[in-house]
């Protein structure tokens, strides 16, 4: 595409001396590869009307190699057939590493400790892995982190609710509870409903929980460890860790850096001080806040209580500092649900102040609500949580059922749930629907890692399947022009992707891949047919084509299904 565009601006140059860049979309097949309206925007700047300057540009493109056929139609667009040749090596292009020198932090999952992750999480899991495989095919260095309280008061709720089933502050009685990081992780998330429930019935359980978020401080500023109380804390913390790590596991989610909100807290309290001094925040009633403004649509919010304890806004402002501190990122990307929207532009506002120019290098990419049958949003606060576990358990039943071979059940489920998140544009709610997901019919992860199986198992049964190379003897016929051209498409959908950081295109792109192969394989014999070799490499770019979109989108492409 960027050649054929590159082609079209160079005669626009030498017949009307206009630099220009040019737009190409894909038309339907029937009107060619590729069609563009550029003669109708540059009709005003010319002084021609929209038809002639059109039919002049495809009379100066007439006789490229590239092109098989180019006409004008309507008031001024301009179709464009490629030759066989060039449709093929529209398959072999390979994207410019276009970002190769810039650094990228991507910020998502973002779990607090001394909770479950759910669904929310999951999604978030899942969509951050997948931007910063789309940024990393740009060239770009990226670095995965996520940030979550392990102070505040949740904890403090937690805590509180830990002390009542030990029957005390009995840090021994730890050792009763399962070694298993899910199952640990199930019990300190129903101490936290415990303590939240307690905090909002109870005059004397809220004294104390009120209490133990001023002692969870204290810990941290003395690093103490010695005290029961404390060593209930550092010891259930560090379960928490352990369950998010073995958690990322199961869903081949790697190399990302949990940041706590502990390591943060001081640096924050330090830059927010210091802002104060400055006049970037302000007192109010023994807090300090960030003043808003009316014009850019930001609320006031406070960043140090009148105890002197940080905010959650302070908190993340130590992150904002500590990721830049530590890789000096060109372009920080920020994963949460919408709900966070007018909150971090507040933080993002304070953060610019403290730092000018900051803001600019930041991005805050919001999320809908993941809502199942019932249409329900879960909150963990209430004990209704959907949890992020039970999601993936559900769907690897489901995937058993259906009559996977069992090594593969685990792969199968997590394509089913990974496109199921992906496929939906991002900021949308999503309604996921678990039989949609797990379907081999249809638009899923499923379906998808079944037609590369197939195409797997098709390059089996033919001796040709090892050569490496593409090699054209005489023209395509007409199915086979039409897949050849569907996977030329590739990298447009994935430009898209990276471009407007939605992954959804190649979601789109690769189910219709699969339809146009399945038009293909109806028409069109393979193995014993006087076109064997060359429809054996059509089929070996289709297998490699579907390997790496899905490779893009954190799914595995089976051989066999």
């Known amino acids: 595409m960027k050649k054929t565009s590159e082609i079209i601006a160079r005669v626009i140059n030498e017949l009307f001396g206009s630099d220009t860049s040019v737009e190409l979309t894909r038309p339907e097949p029937q009107f060619g590869d590729f069609a563009t309206n550029i003669a109708l925007k540059l009709a005003k700047d010319i002084g021609k009307s929209p038809r002639e300057i059109a039919e002049k540009i495809s009379e100066k493109m007439q006789g490229n190699n590239d ?59 899942i969509l951050g892995d997948v931007m910063a495989r789309l940024i990393e095919s740009t060239g770009a260095s990226v670095h995965r982190t996520s940030f979550g309280g392990d102070i505040g008061l949740h904890v403090a709720k937690c805590l509180y609710g830990m002390v009542q089933n030990l029957g005390g502050e009995l840090p021994q009685k730890l050792d009763d509870i399962s070694k298993a990081p899910m199952e640990r992780a199930y019990w300190i998330s129903q101490c936290y409903v415990a303590g939240s429930q307690a905090y ?248 998808l890692q079944y037609a590369h199986a197939r195409a797997c198992s098709i390059l089996e049964k033919s001796k040709y399947s090892e050569n490496p190379e593409f090699i054209m003897s005489g023209s395509l016929e007409e199915s086979e022009r039409s897949l050849v051209r569907k996977l030329g498409e590739y990298n447009e959908a994935l430009d898209k992707s990276v471009n407007e950081l939605m992954p959804h295109h190649i979601c789109t792109y690769l189910y219709e891949l699969a339809q146009e192969f399945n038009r293909f394989y109806e028409k069109s014999r393979i193995i014993d047919s006087d076109r064997e070799i060359l429809r054996i490499q059509i089929v070996i770019m289709y297998r490699d084509t579907l390997a790496r979109g899905l490779n893009m989108l954190g799914i595995v492409a089976p051989e066999k299904m």
Not at 91 to 105: D, E, G
Not at 256 to 261: N, T
């Open 67 to 125: 092109f098989k056929k180019i006409e004008v139609a309507g008031p001024g667009f301009i179709n464009i057939s490629l030759t066989d040749q060039a449709l093929v090596e529209l398959t072999q292009y390979k994207p410019v590493a276009s970002n190769q020198a810039l650094s990228y932090v991507i910020e998502y999952s973002c779990p607090n400790a001394f909770k479950e992750l759910h669904t929310g999480h999951l999604y978030q899991t």
């Open 200 to 447: 909002e019935n109870e005059f004397a359980a809220k004294n104390q929980i009120e209490l133990y978020n001023q002692t969870v401080y204290k810990i941290h500023d003395s690093n103490e460890h010695g005290t029961p109380i404390a060593e209930i804390y550092w010891t259930t913390r560090q379960w928490s860790f352990d369950y998010f790590e073995a958690f990322y596991s199961i869903l081949h989610v790697d190399n990302m850096r949990y940041i706590p909100e502990s390591s943060t807290a001081e640096l924050g309290l330090s830059l927010v001080k210091d802002g104060l001094e400055k006049g970037i925040f302000k007192e109010s009633d023994g807090a300090v806040v960030f003043e808003g403004d009316l014009q850019k649509k930001l609320h006031t919010r406070v960043f140090i209580t009148s105890k002197g304890l940080p905010t959650y806004e302070t908190k993340d402002i130590g992150v904002i500092f500590t990721e830049k501190q530590d890789y000096n990122f060109d372009k920080r990307l920020l994963i949460t649900g919408n709900e966070q929207s007018e909150y971090m532009k507040v933080v993002f506002a304070a953060a610019d102040a403290l730092s000018p120019g900051l803001e600019s290098a930041m991005h805050h990419v919001t999320n809908g609500t993941v809502r199942f049958g019932d249409g329900k949003k879960m909150s963990s606060r209430l004990g209704n949580v959907s949890r992020a576990i039970d999601v993936v358990n559900f769907v690897k039943d489901r995937i058993r059922d259906i009559g996977s071979q069992a090594d593969i059940i685990d792969d199968v489920a997590l394509g089913a749930i990974k496109f199921e998140f992906l496929r939906h544009r991002v900021g949308n709610d999503i309604a996921f629907d678990i039989e949609e997901s797990v379907s081999i019919h249809g638009s899923s992860g499923p379906y």
